[in-house]
């Protein structure tokens, strides 16, 4: 049983509105005009897989209360939930589909390892991750070559920085080389990890089998204690329940309209009406109260994080000019003949006409600049808060209003049908009742159907388990091995993109890095070659899972696709290229481009034909109507910041970007 991730709809929560993303198996598109929300999307899935927190996007902070994500891992469903706005509250997993979790009671999970006093109870999210994929939680050795090295522990985003690159990494001289040699070194061991090649993978997998057994026993005993319990309780199974829910909506339906034709016909008490009346009036200037304050509070969420963001830009100008002038160095007393007169020129003359402020000044700017953002962000925060307030208030002037109009229609003026329609009106409260009784029954059973599913899930996992351990006694893989495999996968998709020369194709033996023509990757000069070999790594675990049995989730996010190949309207990236090496690459040969999607494609189509399951989402910019035409089968959002042909101006579909 092969380990995957499937996402199925990315959901943001919002106060006006949800906004959501269907996705299927295989290969997913998102593409449209830049600053429309794509990356958002992919951060979203990223934060909530773990990320340490999710990155500040003003749309999604105007509209965004929480994010929800639906997804499979392995054959398992379920949906987690997690404020946006603060990465240290608990993690919501329901064992369900979104729209299923008004009938399932959620687990809690701590989002990092830090222990949280409130929720003692609480495992670890990686945890769960690790545990969902049938991954192995192991300890890492800081030094691999000492014996006595200090260990730490792995956690699953980990593993994860292996399935996405996001577009400030993709093509970068860094990708996945951290300046920090303790990260490096860590990076190291996963790599290894991921091959199974890690010394300690036996005794992992052994220690592993054995934790999944206890986990199975343990489940068995409870199944069998809560099963006894519900059959003395005469619970109900969970097919009766849902026909009794069925059958108590279809009475609560028949029962409202019964008491809407009494009262058409039954007249009121004046004095009563009008008491419940002025009451009912005075709920509904207070509703008209609270939503003003709400409108008012919104207004504040949005006038205050623009604020912020203009002062976390400004700090950004700022940062600029600091960096330019350690770029272009001090003023030099120098005569310079000028071009255009032929008359000398000074340079030190420029002082005179052009101040030149000191780095201490920009400092003290950039200080005040990060104090008045985090000042508007507590204003936004404060704002956020109250508004949420507000939204329970009118819950509870809902209620109040409910309340007022049953007792409206119990102190009406008798007449002759008033005996029926009091009937009628107690007969709906219990069934309201009756409800709540067999909704909450349901959660009860699901969650013990749910305990049988999850035992099989790990009756599974231990047989496959089983298999990986007896291949690892059999012949346990060298990483020569390893790298030989990655570095043919890298050069048959380097052939297939026909770039210039795809020679010298292996991966370092120290590093674990790709290198091209010998060259390793951090040392091509070309900005599109490093995004096409960037993306070639990647595919190529993506290959090896496909053929292999190792410890990746058949899962791949790349943000920006196109980024250094020339096929973007706005080119900000090309400062970090050069351009001549791009030149001399042809990277911009739209044949290229096309033949990366038509690998990812083909990739997808070998996991298909071998019965198994993987996910590619890609994000890029324009992409050229001759591949769209291509890739429209593909494409699950398309956005247009003219809002051209009537598709949406971003995954905000509301937002003013």
Known sequence: MAS????????????????????????????????????????????????????????????????????????????????????NRVVEVYPCAYDKIGEYAATNYLPNFSPNTEYPEAGFYSDFLLD?????????????????????????????????????????????????WAVQTKNKEVFKYIFNALDSNISNLEGLISEKT??????????????????????????TLDDEIDAVDAEILNISKEIAKLNETQAEDPEIYQALRTELANLAMERRVINADMQEHQLKIERFTRLKNDYLNDISKYKASVSAKKIIGEVEQEIELCPVCDNTFEVTVARENFEIIANEKIYSEIN?????????????????????????????IEAAEKEAYILQEKNTAVTPKIAERDIFVSTLGELNQRRKELVSRLKVRNKHNNLSISKESIEKSIISLQEQLEELRKSTPTMTEILESLADSLQSYLRFIRIKSPKGVSFDKKTFYPRV?????????????????????????????????????????????????GKTKEQKYKEVSNLDADRSEAVSDPAKYKNIYDFIIGLAEKYEIN??????????????????????????AHYNSERLNGLPVGFIDDADY
């Not at 598109?29 to 003003?58: C, M, Q, R």
């Not at 343990?218 to 969970?238: C, I, W």
């Not at 993506?542 to 989730?553: S, T």
């Open 517 to 565: 023509r010998d060259i390793e990757y951090s040392d091509i000069t070309s900005g599109g070659l490093r995004t096409i070999v960037g993306i070639g790594y990647m595919c190529s675990l993506m290959e090896e899972a496909l053929n292999n049995k190792i410890n990746y989730p058949s899962f791949l996010m790349i943000d920006t696709v196109g980024k250094y190949l």
């Open 368 to 396: 005040l600049l990060k104090r008045r953002a985090k000042e508007t962000e507590s204003i936004a925060n404060k704002a956020k808060f109250d508004w949420e307030n507000c939204q329970l208030k009118l819950k509870e």
């Open 4 to 87: 995957n991730i499937l996402i199925n709809q990315v959901i943001v929560v919002g106060r006006n509105k949800n906004y959501q993303v269907n996705f299927n198996p295989g290969v997913n598109i998102i593409y449209g005009d830049s600053a429309t929300g794509k990356s958002s999307i992919l951060n979203i899935i990223d934060y909530l897989l773990g990320g340490k927190k999710f990155k500040s996007y003003p749309e999604i902070e105007l509209a965004g209360r929480y994010a929800a994500l639906d997804v499979t891992l392995n054959e398992d469903r379920y949906t987690i939930k997690r404020d946006l706005f603060n990465p």
């Open 132 to 180: 969902a994929l049938n991954f192995s939680r192991v300890k890492l050795k800081e030094a691999p070559t000492k014996d006595d090295s200090k260990q730490v522990r792995m956690s699953f985003r980990d593993l994860f920085k292996y399935s996405y690159i996001n577009q400030d990494v993709l093509g970068s001289e860094k990708f996945l080389k951290s300046d920090n």
């Open 611 to 636: 019965n198994k399951t993987c996910q590619f989402i890609l994000v890029d910019n324009d992409v050229p109507e001759h591949i769209v035409n291509d890739l429209k089968g593909f494409i699950v």
């Open 214 to 239: 206890n986990q199975k026993n343990k489940l068995d005993k409870t199944f069998k204690t809560v099963s006894e319990f519900l059959r003395d309780a005469e619970f109900g199974t969970l097919t």
